[in-house]
């Protein structure tokens, strides 16, 4: 993060014609190296880590969706009370409660291969419930404690920045992860993995600290009905929100799609499995650094399009691996790559289009509404397919082009066509339809 034009006697900053105090210089510079050490533990839920320890568990391909979904499930039921009370007793302390408990709920998950098989489930269920309660009350508050802190001219690269540091983290780990891991690993190995990554939330905790509440909050605990009942009624911002919830419904549960494909359709081994996912996180980084620049300087439209139709696209090539003119483990690479790519610069897109549309306070609060959603959506995800498959719905076994196909395909391929299709709600984002009176709606008392 370059500031340049140092004033004075270096307390400040200037940035595009705006200053910058030197607490925020340092809250920011704290909020990316905390974000640094957060990824270290809470990657696992998507880097094929925890998807290895679970099979690794001999559990089945459907209790590991839920138990995969049950976190963002968590997070979304959980995100409202924790924003109230960050809004009510102050959002630093709500934070670090919520990676106090992070780091209580990640102690069980590796106590889970010690107690018997009956039991596994259940404290499993237990640990991630509690890390998806902790971050929750971390989430809540983290835009509304950045937001009187970073220009509003600096978000679009701000963000980026800050989650290219920590997307370049998340590969260096899962890239030495899949060094070290065999065909097949052994559950002792993953049980090691877990602990030394889970001491990471330490550090996450001590620089999270660091980050000052420029703007503390004085709301009343009685007002949460009267200031939802204000924030729903902002122009533009429920329209956006169910946009959210849309799209992730539909993208939130494909990586662990992808990786139920390759480790229990077509055999791939531990290592093989972490390194496509550590290629969806090297997108990842490209679609961060990119997207940070494009939405500055171009806008959000041609972001929010650009995700949309490649989502699509994405997913049918996935389904598709065996019948195009790559071979199918490069075509499944290359998606994994495109794929992050996407979520990324959506990502960003999206952070900046928030932060335009929320009220002028409560917005730890209002943000978390919004967050809520993209989590409902995320879980959804992938308790629809859970359901789908356990129902038989989705043949377990299907053709596509001479190629076997699995039911995971067949969510996929229902979600790609759903995704396409869902192109109309587009039109509920203010920054398609041009509507910027939309922006910035009605301030809640």
């Given at each position: 993060?370059?500031?340049?034009?140092?004033?004075?006697?270096?307390?400040?900053?200037?940035?595009?014609?705006?200053?910058?105090s030197?607490?925020?210089?340092?809250g920011?510079?704290?909020?990316?190296?905390?974000?640094?050490?957060?990824v270290?533990?809470?990657s696992?839920?998507?880097?094929?880590?925890?998807?290895?320890?679970l099979?690794a568990?001999?559990?089945?391909g459907?209790?590991?969706?839920?138990?995969l979904?049950?976190s963002?499930?968590?997070q979304?039921?959980a995100?409202?009370?924790?924003a109230?009370l960050?809004?009510?007793?102050?959002?630093?302390?709500?934070?670090?409660?919520?990676?106090?408990?992070?780091?209580?709920?990640?102690?069980?998950?590796?106590?889970?291969?010690?107690?018997?098989?009956?039991?596994?489930?259940?404290?499993?269920?237990?640990?991630?419930?509690l890390?998806?309660?902790?971050?929750?009350?971390?989430?809540?508050?983290?835009?509304?404690?950045l937001?009187?802190?970073?220009?509003?001219?600096?978000?679009?690269r701000?963000?980026?920045?800050?989650?290219?540091?920590?997307?370049?983290?998340?590969?260096?780990?899962?890239?030495?992860?899949?060094?070290?891991?065999?065909?097949?690993?052994?559950?002792?190995?993953l049980?090691?993995?877990?602990v030394?990554?889970?001491?990471?939330?330490?550090?996450?905790?001590?620089y999270?600290?660091?980050?000052p509440?420029l703007?503390?909050?004085?709301?009343?605990a009685?007002?949460?009905?009267?200031?939802?009942?204000?924030?729903?009624?902002?122009?533009?911002?429920?329209?956006?929100?169910?946009?959210?919830?849309?799209?992730?419904?539909f993208?939130?549960?494909?990586?662990?799609?992808?990786?139920?494909?390759?480790?229990?359709?077509l055999?791939?081994?531990?290592?093989?499995?972490?390194?496509?996912?550590?290629?969806?996180?090297?997108?990842?980084?490209v679609?961060?650094?990119?997207?940070?620049?494009?939405?500055?300087r171009?806008?959000?439209?041609?972001?929010?399009?650009?995700?949309h139709?490649?989502?699509?696209?994405?997913?049918?090539?996935?389904?598709?691996?065996?019948?195009?003119?790559?071979?199918?483990?490069?075509?499944?690479?290359?998606?994994?790559?495109?794929?992050?790519?996407?979520?990324?610069?959506?990502?960003?897109?999206?952070?900046?289009?928030?932060?335009?549309?929320?009220p002028?306070?409560r917005k730890?609060l209002?943000?978390?509404?919004?967050?809520?959603m993209?989590?409902?959506?995320?879980?959804?995800?992938?308790?629809?397919?859970?359901?789908g498959?356990?129902?038989?719905?989705?043949?377990?076994?299907?053709t596509?082009?001479?190629?076997?196909?699995?039911?995971?395909?067949?969510?996929?391929?229902?979600?790609?066509?759903?995704i396409?299709?869902?192109t109309?709600?587009?039109?509920?984002?203010?920054?398609?339809?041009?509507?910027?009176?939309?922006?910035?709606?009605?301030?809640?008392?």
């Open positions: 993060m370059q500031m340049t034009s140092e004033t004075g006697a270096g307390s400040a900053a200037q940035l595009n014609g705006e200053f910058i030197e607490v925020a210089q340092k920011m510079r704290a909020a990316i190296i905390g974000s640094c050490f957060k270290l533990a809470t696992v839920l998507g880097n094929g880590l925890m998807l290895i320890y099979t568990l001999k559990l089945d459907t209790t590991v969706l839920l138990l979904s049950l963002s499930g968590l979304a039921l995100l409202i009370p924790c109230h960050a809004d009510v007793y102050g959002k630093r302390r709500v934070t670090l409660g919520g990676i106090a408990l992070c780091g209580l709920g990640y102690g069980l998950i590796p106590l889970a291969a010690w107690v018997p098989a009956e039991l596994a489930v259940k404290l499993l269920s237990l640990g991630i419930a890390l998806g309660v902790g971050l929750a009350g971390q989430i809540a508050s983290w835009y509304a404690l937001d009187p802190i970073v220009p509003a001219s600096y978000r679009g701000f963000f980026g920045t800050l989650r290219v540091a920590w997307q370049v983290c998340a590969v260096i780990l899962g890239g030495l992860i899949a060094v070290l891991l065999p065909k097949e690993t052994s559950v002792p190995l049980m090691i993995l877990l030394l990554l889970g001491l990471s939330i330490i550090p996450w905790g001590i999270y600290a660091q980050i509440e703007e503390r909050g004085t709301c009343s009685q007002d949460l009905p009267r200031d939802l009942r204000a924030i729903l009624r902002s122009g533009g911002y429920l329209p956006f929100c169910a946009y959210l919830f849309i799209i992730t419904l993208t939130g549960g494909c990586l662990t799609l992808f990786g139920l494909v390759e480790k229990r359709v055999g791939l081994g531990d290592s093989l499995v972490m390194l496509l996912a550590n290629l969806t996180m090297i997108g990842s980084v679609g961060f650094y990119f997207g940070g620049k494009a939405v500055d171009i806008g959000t439209k041609p972001v929010f399009l650009i995700c139709f490649g989502y699509g696209a994405s997913l049918v090539l996935f389904v598709a691996r065996d019948s195009l003119f790559l071979p199918p483990l490069y075509l499944m690479g290359a998606v994994h790559v495109v794929f992050g790519g996407l979520t990324a610069a959506g990502s960003i897109a999206f952070s900046t289009e928030m932060l335009a549309l929320i002028a306070v730890s209002s943000t978390s509404i919004c967050s809520t993209t989590l409902a959506g995320a879980a959804l995800s992938g308790l629809l397919g859970a359901w498959i356990r129902l038989g719905i989705f043949a377990e076994s299907w596509l082009a001479g190629g076997s196909r699995s039911a995971y395909d067949a969510v996929l391929l229902v979600y790609a066509v759903l396409v299709l869902m109309v709600t587009l039109g509920l984002i203010p920054s398609v339809v041009g509507r910027p009176d939309l922006r910035g709606g009605p301030p809640v008392a």
